[in-house]
């Protein structure tokens, strides 16, 4: 099976945004809106993977499913959907599915599914990318930063990364927990084998076993055939268990079992198969209070905490969070093919002030809304509020390219709306002291939406708004007569 082709079941819009990095990390993406371009595109081009609408006009993913007991080798599936459910996401993972997402679809989200080895010169998704500058170059996992808890949680993760020691990584949420995971598993021996990652907060019990063991056809309603858990899959490589704590008490004694014996029994299935995986574990929650109350077993923590990694929070790392700032806001400027941006001094006092209650996750998010929102720069503390009025006060209302210049057309009165365009809204008349709401607010999505290349998903994170009421302000937009 070709490692280097995905398909795509969904509309174009929703899925166009992800097809560049996967140019550029060597993949190539077939698209298709029915069951039969698909099927026919699956057995011509034999993906390694499959991304699917739940349904569509004329297509629904459960039809593809049941067509993988006629099809050998049929692709893993993942399911992404605009408005999930519980009940959608463990209706699809009965018939088959490999995964089921909510939107966005983006490209972190999909290097999760691939082996390492089939794109080795590309990085994985990570919360923190680290690097310590005063250590020099660690490959493509570094770790950014020079405070002593980083450092010493950092040399602590080298020491460990080639034995097979279990990992129990600790710390608040956002802090890069993950990113710790992917780090020892680069620097692992087995950084040739796959890296296979579960959140086991995401799942019910029943299905979270079948995911992690496999099951057999007919084990129960749904199964349609033979399904590899994750154990399986990461035989020879790494397993991360994501969320450990929120794993129940039956399914905590099976888990003990494989980290004792090694060996894993399928949902449903009547021989033992034998494993060989190395296991991390991550947590937000106080596990040792967890075992306390009963909640997590002792035995199975005292197999976890064999090697502890406690991440700080990104409050207690001092001088780190410009490092990582200024990290952010050089990827993302590039990624938009934006000039280079610099902090006001107010903006740095800002940051260094600021709790970070959403750790190095939240600090990413804001970088990301500061460069589309700068302009030229520099980055000002505004950009950093969840409050659209104070990115464009009165004065700035007529929108600038990065360059500075205004994008009103050359001689156009100043003090007259300018006639909606293709793909503009009217410029406001910026020698009122005040404007109508509703003016501000359609000039403020037009210009999220032309930061972003037209993304919505990303638009509407910018204007702390849903995607939904994005949608429904274009379409009155659209009724008014104004072409987006």
């Avoid at 502890?308 to 790392?317: E, M």
């Avoid at 990303?458 to 009155?476: C, M, P, Q």
Wanted: net charge negative; with cysteine; glycine share 8%.
């Amino acid at each position: 099976m070709p490692d280097n082709t995905l398909l795509f079941i969904a509309e174009p819009q929703s899925v166009t945004s992800v097809f560049s990095p996967l140019k550029e990390a060597g993949f190539q993406a077939g698209l298709a809106d029915n069951l039969a371009g698909a099927i026919n595109f699956i057995k011509k081009s034999k993906p390694c993977l499959i991304f699917t609408r739940p349904i569509m006009q004329g297509y629904s993913a459960q039809a593809l499913l049941a067509e993988a007991v006629n099809i050998e080798n049929f692709p893993p599936v993942v399911i992404f959907s605009r408005n999930g459910s519980a009940d959608e996401a463990q209706k699809f993972l009965e018939l088959g599915a490999r995964d089921y997402w909510l939107e966005p679809l983006s490209w972190d989200k999909i290097q999760l599914m691939l082996p390492e080895k089939r794109h080795p010169d590309q990085p994985l998704p990570e919360e923190v990318t680290s690097k310590a500058p005063s250590e020099g170059t660690q490959g493509r996992y570094q770790v950014i930063g020079n405070h002593p808890a980083m450092l010493r949680v950092l040399g602590l993760a080298k020491q460990v990364a080639k034995s097979k020691a279990t990992v129990l990584i600790s710390g608040e949420s956002g802090t890069g927990k993950e990113m710790f995971a992917r780090f020892l598993h680069h620097h692992s021996d087995r950084n040739d084998k796959a890296f296979v990652a579960i959140n086991c907060a995401a799942l019910p019990e029943h299905l979270l076993e079948s995911e992690l063991f496999g099951h057999e056809k007919g084990s129960f309603t749904g199964a349609i055939g033979r399904k590899l858990g994750k154990f399986e899959l990461a035989s020879g490589g790494t397993i991360l268990l994501d969320e450990i704590t929120e794993m129940e008490l039956g399914l905590q004694a099976k888990l003990l079992r494989v980290l004792q014996e090694g060996e894993i029994d399928r949902v449903g299935g009547v021989e033992t198969v034998k494993v060989d995986v190395r296991v991390l574990a991550t947590t937000n929650r106080n596990i040792e209070g967890a075992v306390k109350d009963g909640t997590f077993r002792q035995d199975l923590f005292y197999r976890l905490n064999v090697i502890p990694l406690k991440l700080p929070a990104l409050g207690q790392r001092g001088d780190d969070i410009m490092l990582l700032a200024q990290f952010f806001v050089e990827k993302y400027s590039s990624e938009y093919s934006l000039p280079p941006l610099a902090f006001s001094g107010e903006a740095k006092t800002w940051l260094l002030g600021y709790e970070w209650p959403g750790n190095v996750r939240e600090l990413q998010n804001l970088m990301e809304r500061a460069v589309l929102l700068a302009g030229a720069g520099p980055i000002e503390s505004k950009h950093f509020l969840n409050d659209p009025e104070a990115w464009m006060p009165d004065e700035q209302f007529q929108p600038a390219d990065p360059s500075g210049a205004p994008l009103s057309p050359a001689g156009s009165d100043p003090n007259i709306d300018s006639a909606p365009t293709s793909g503009t809204a009217p410029v406001p008349n910026t020698n009122f002291d005040v404007m109508p709401i509703s003016e501000m607010e359609k000039h403020l999505i037009v210009k999220s939406l032309d930061k972003t290349s037209g993304n919505r998903t990303k638009a509407a994170d910018l204007l702390g708004i849903s995607v939904r009421t994005l949608r429904n302000k274009l379409n009155e937009y659209k009724k008014q007569g104004l072409d987006l």
